[in-house]
């Protein structure tokens, strides 16, 4: 079976525009991971679960406080006021703390369709209200066992492990160099953690879920640096966007890397404003990959 690696790069410039821009929260999904984003006066509250949540699912998620501010004491003052807010997920009441939150969230089994995810205030005020959508009933066939850990991880960013989990991620151990991996969410047959930012080069990753024998891969650490030119233009204006991947070396099949420009009412991208770059093994047999845009 063909198993492609991605690789993204979301490029948001925002040239000579007003500071103002209106809040709302988000919801978006990819490498296994779906992350919902609720923005407040005080910085910004997200919450990571798995991208497939069936019904009858255990699943365990994260609630992370992330404060604005422009000095230490600026985002301690926010993060105070962040802690005030509570996520209800389906009815379920989890809280908001000063560090990452896990939870576990056992998906009623008649639940159909989608399940609400909101943000309330100490007050009692909903601040948002998002909705998760629930995928089919799973069939009772039991994951196979063992895990299956990718060879490439792009560092900084989340990394999906798949295999026998059942959901409940406070039985599962992820170390990277034994050094204790975080785990942003679970659900039966998959796990995915954050790959650390300054995890370069070969790392051991090891795997044991609930006591099962551990699994172990060896995995190259991949950095992709995206950076732009001049940012000060006019109408009609030109600039550069360079794109430059580490890692790459020893590729098990070929990689994708994905370009989106967001912000196509303000610039435009060439040659287009979403650009796919297959990176086979053959291409990047030196581990590097650099193209400017």
Known sequence: MRKTLL????????LLVPASITRAQTISSQKGLTTAVFPTQYGKIK????????????????????PSGNNARQTEKNLVELIKYTISLDG??????????????????????????ELF?????????????LGPVKNNKPAPSGCVIPSHALTGSALRITGSFDGNSSNTNCTLNNKRMEILAESPGQCIVSYPENANGIQTLNVQENNQPECSQQVSGVQMNVSAGKLNLRKGQQTYVDVSITGLQKLPDTALLTLNN???GIVTM??????VIPLPPENVSSGTFNKRF
Do not use: C
């Open 47 to 66: 919450v990571y679960l798995p991208d497939v949540i069936r019904p009858g699912d255990m699943i365990s998620g994260t609630v992370v406080a992330e």
């Open 7 to 14: 690789f993204s790069a979301v490029l948001s410039l925002f």
């Open 92 to 117: 379920n009441k989890y809280d908001v703390g000063p560090k990452p939150e896990t939870f576990k969230w056992l998906v009623h089994p008649d639940r159909q369709v989608s399940a609400p995810l």
């Open 270 to 275: 060439q040659p287009s404003n979403t650009v």
């Open 262 to 264: 967001i912000t196509t």
């Open 121 to 133: 205030h100490v007050t009692g005020v909903k601040a948002h209200e998002l909705k998760m959508q």
